[in-house]
C-alpha cells in the first residue's frame, strides 16, 4: 500500500530540476558555447538616445552567434541620457492640467512647469499637482496662491541673462581657426610611424573617460558601423572608417577635434606636427 501511494505521487508530482542561475553581471551577457558551456561577454555600450538589444543581464542563457546592438529609445515612452549599457528609462508624466515645457525625447525626460493651463486651478509645489482654486472665505485664513508674480520673476530673469549674454558676445574677440589650410587628408596618417603612438594616446582612458568614444560619437561613427574594424585598434577603427566615409576630412580638422572633444591636448600635438612635417615633405619634393 505505502509503494503504491508512492508510485502515485512520482506520477502526480514529477522531479523538477534545478534550473542554473545566471553567473554573469548586470553589465554582461550570459551566452551559451556550441559545446554547452557558457560564458560571460560585455554588453554593447549605447550613446544617449539608445539601448542595448538584447538586454543587458539576461535570465536565460543566449546562442553563441548573438550580436549585441544599440536600438533607439521608445519615442514618448522611454529616454536614455548617458553613454552606458543600461536599458532606457521610461518617461514621466505631468500632472493633470500641468504646463508640459518640453516633451519627453529619447534623450531626455518631460519637463513639466510650475504652472496649470487653466484660469481656475493653481500649481501648488509641496503636492506637484494643479489643484482647483477655492472660494475666499474671509475669514482672515485666506492664503492666495499668485502665479502671475512666479511668471513675471522667471521672465525677468531670462531677459537679465539674454542681456547679460549678449553683451558678452559683443565684447568677446571673433574665434579664428588654427586649421591649417594646406592641411594634409587624413588618410596619410594611416599606416604611417607616428600613427601608433598617436592612438595608443586615444585608447588610453584620461578621468574614466575613452578619447575615441568620444572622437567616435562626434563623428556619429556607431559601434555597428566600425565593428568590421575593431580587431585592428579602436582608434585606429574609427580613423579608417572616417577615411572611408569622410575623404575630405584633413589632419588638422581631425587635431581640433581630438583637442576640444577628446581632451587630449598631447595626441592633437603629434597630429599637428605630423600635418606640419607631411605638409613641408610634399613642398620640398614639388
Excluded at 45 to 73: D, F, I, R, W
Excluded at 85 to 102: E, G, H, L, M
Aim: charged share 25%; glycine share 4%.
Amino acid at each position: 500500500m505505502f509503494f503504491g501511494m508512492l508510485l502515485v505521487a512520482c506520477l502526480v508530482f514529477p522531479t523538477v530540476s534545478a534550473k542554473p542561475t545566471n553567473p554573469c553581471k548586470k553589465t554582461q551577457y550570459w551566452i551559451e558555447k556550441e559545446d554547452g558551456t557558457t560564458e560571460c561577454i560585455d554588453c554593447q555600450t549605447c550613446p544617449p538616445g539608445q539601448t542595448a538589444s538584447p538586454e543587458c543581464g539576461n535570465s536565460k542563457p543566449l546562442p553563441s552567434n548573438t550580436m549585441g546592438h544599440c536600438v533607439a529609445c521608445q519615442l514618448g515612452r522611454s529616454f536614455s541620457n548617458e553613454h552606458s549599457t543600461s536599458v532606457c528609462t521610461p518617461c514621466s508624466y505631468c500632472a493633470k492640467d500641468q504646463v508640459v515645457i518640453k516633451n519627453c525625447s529619447r534623450q531626455a525626460d518631460i519637463e513639466c512647469g510650475k504652472r496649470c493651463y487653466s484660469k481656475d486651478r493653481y500649481y501648488d509645489a509641496s503636492k506637484g499637482d494643479c489643484l482647483k482654486c477655492s472660494k475666499c472665505c474671509n475669514d482672515d485664513q485666506d492664503v492666495e496662491e499668485d502665479e502671475f508674480t512666479a511668471v513675471v520673476l522667471v521672465l525677468v530673469l531670462l531677459f537679465v541673462v539674454g542681456m547679460c549674454l549678449l553683451w558678452f558676445c559683443k565684447l568677446r574677440p571673433p574665434k579664428h581657426s588654427s586649421v591649417n589650410p594646406d592641411s594634409k587628408p587624413l588618410r596619410d596618417l594611416l599606416n604611417s610611424s607616428e600613427q601608433e603612438e598617436i592612438c595608443e594616446l586615444l585608447d588610453a582612458p584620461v578621468c574614466g573617460k575613452l578619447p575615441y568614444e568620444a572622437i567616435a560619437r562626434w563623428y556619429g561613427a556607431t559601434h555597428n558601423k566600425i565593428k568590421a574594424r575593431l580587431q585592428e585598434g579602436k582608434s585606429e577603427a574609427v580613423i579608417e572608417w572616417l577615411v572611408a566615409e569622410r575623404p575630405e576630412l584633413t589632419v588638422g580638422e581631425f587635431a581640433t577635434v581630438v583637442k576640444e572633444k577628446a581632451r587630449r591636448t598631447d595626441a592633437a600635438d603629434k597630429l599637428k606636427a605630423f600635418d606640419a612635417k607631411a605638409t613641408k615633405e610634399s613642398i620640398d619634393a614639388a
